[in-house]
């Protein structure tokens, strides 16, 4: 069965990755992509999208651009992690696919309300967007089918000790949908980081040697490395596990129940606090996903990169 799905991503190596995953991958009809600044400006998210659509041959997804900044915060970004023009790594050539002349808050709102009620939104980076359109058209929270995002945290951090970094972006975008009543799910770093890319599994990928998987491996060479030198055994592929999710749910296991995003303060802003134990009385809002099996992951990765 086809799933009729809107990505909202700041490509972001690892969010490029999951792009070609899903366009890999005739299970899911990408409607649309929206963008959102995050890992690096919004700019660069925006043309960045393009090119990756462009590298797979998907010049008829349309891609839009939506928030350049965080609802109340400053833009924090992570050049650091993703280099200067946000897919370090490769070079890819100026997208020549036109960026859509809507702003990608009101796509999702005109797409969500014409809809049955059948589109999954994947989120990859902060939830600047889809707050915005929740707070603009409040109707969509009825006819989002779910909602799968990369974000939070039940362990630690990764931007501060506390918080992971989609969220910490914004929190209070956060706030918002994790209010909204939409069905989450939310993959944080506790998931995301049994993803590593070690090099045997950057290797498969370049194995299969063609142009999109050389692209592939190529952002990984530098981004998949880059946590060796901190003891790991390769980098959190983060973004790709929502798309992996939604095309093999049975490579995960999660459970309900009720997380909250610290706004107020800065010691733990952006925290994704869970509650586990279900020490509070309110009742679950997002599916919390717990565990992901790594290899299988990987064999639906490298098997999908390589149809495109
Ligand atoms: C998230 O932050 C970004 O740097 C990645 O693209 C991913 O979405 C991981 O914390
Ligand atoms: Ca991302």
Redesign the pocket.
């Known amino acids: 069965m086809t799933q009729s799905i809107i990505i909202d991503?700041?490509?972001?190596?690892?969010?490029a990755i999951a792009l070609l995953l899903a366009f890999a991958s005739p299970d899911l009809k990408v409607l649309g992509i929206t963008t959102v600044a995050?890992?690096v400006p919004l700019t660069l998210t925006q043309a960045n999208a393009r090119r990756i659509c462009e590298l797979a041959g998907q010049t008829t997804v349309p891609v839009y651009a939506g928030c350049p900044r965080p609802i109340m915060r400053s833009l924090t970004t992570?050049e650091d992690?993703?280099g200067k023009t946000g897919l370090e790594g490769v070079e890819l050539p100026e997208p020549t696919m036109p960026l859509q002349p809507q702003h990608g808050v009101d796509f999702l709102i005109e797409t969500l309300m014409n809809s049955a009620g059948d589109i999954i939104l994947a989120t990859?980076?902060p939830l600047t967007n889809i707050a915005i359109a929740l707070i603009k058209e409040p109707r969509i929270a009825a006819k989002i089918s779910k909602l799968v995002l990369?974000?939070g945290?039940t362990t630690e951090g990764?931007?501060t000790p506390s918080a992971?970094?989609?969220i910490y972006?914004d929190p209070h975008a956060a706030h918002v949908v994790f209010t909204s009543g939409i069905q989450i799910t939310m993959i944080g770093?506790n998931v995301?980081h049994q993803v590593l890319t070690t090099a045997a599994r950057r290797e498969r990928i370049r194995a299969i040697a063609t142009p999109v998987s050389q692209v592939a491996a190529d952002l990984l060479s530098r981004y998949g490395t880059q946590e060796v030198e901190r003891g790991m055994a390769g980098s959190?592929l983060?973004?790709p596990c929502v798309i992996a999710y939604l095309l093999q749910p049975d490579l995960f296991t999660g459970h309900p129940v009720f997380v909250e995003v610290e706004t107020g303060s800065e010691l733990t802003m952006g925290r994704t606090v869970v509650d586990a134990w279900r020490r509070g009385d309110r009742p679950p809002n997002a599916n919390v996903i717990q565990t992901v099996d790594a290899n299988g992951f990987y064999d639906l990765l490298t098997t999908r990169l390589a149809r495109l």
């Open positions: 991503c700041d490509p972001g190596v690892d969010d995050g890992n992570a992690i993703h990859l980076g990369m974000g945290s990764n931007v992971e970094f989609n972006v770093l995301t959190p983060h973004d």
